[in-house]
């Protein structure tokens, strides 16, 4: 049975308005929210791994980590010393603006909100549904593998057409996959000109120094830097969290 079209509205409209608090949060704090997106086996995990190795004693991060049903990820990401928050939906197939409070709520336990320079949140695998529903991010990252085929772009446009940054991953296996990247990339322009796009591959390294100037880059634009080991923790309570 389909929802109506009344109640899914008002579902969407309630999520904006939470999005909208958890952004504001976000900005008082200094923090920049990357909302991870991607079909699952895209490669977003392993992404996280090797950005937070990269940027370890550069940026002050934690992560938010959603799944469906276990916390596999979590624990992967938790192994490299950064806070993580796994958030697990059940049968949901994406994290909305409230989850991400609630999650937001938990990491407040395991570290000052304020003292972060970036958080990564890594929605649960799914083409479609994560794109829909914003949850007070900065930057939306999608990431789509050549094992998809270079047609999907053009299957599933609604996250890539909201994406920031687009990577398409596991470029190290063309070899081995019917795909070809340009055609791919030219599917992506044609369905966003604007993102960021970068051939990727989180095995061999190929490409993740680009991908990863473009992103100093954004911290930059919105006023964040490099973290500076020395500048001493906020003397400003973080305002409380709210939820709609």
Partial sequence: MHMPISDTVNLLAANDRQAR?????????GLFCINVMSSPGAGKTVLLEKALHALHGKQAM???EGDMTTQLDAQRLAGLGVPVVPITMGR????????????????REQCDLASLDLLWVENVGNLVCPAEFAIGEHCKLALLSVTEGDDKPLKYPVMLREADCVLVTKVDLLP???ADPERMGHHIRQIN????LFP???LTGAGLGDWLVWLGQQLRAKG????NPQ???SDQKPSALTTT
């Fill in 176 to 178: 081995h996959v019917p």
């Fill in 200 to 202: 990727v591959s989180a």
């Fill in 21 to 29: 608090h958890n952004c504001q949060h976000f900005d008082n704090w």
């Fill in 224 to 227: 964040r830097h490099h973290r």
């Fill in 92 to 107: 949901a197939c994406y994290l909305d603006a409230a989850m991400v409070s609630t999650g937001l709520q938990l990491l």
């Fill in 193 to 196: 000109s604007h993102c960021g």
């Fill in 62 to 64: 934690a992560v938010l």
């Fill in 231 to 233: 500048r001493p923790a």
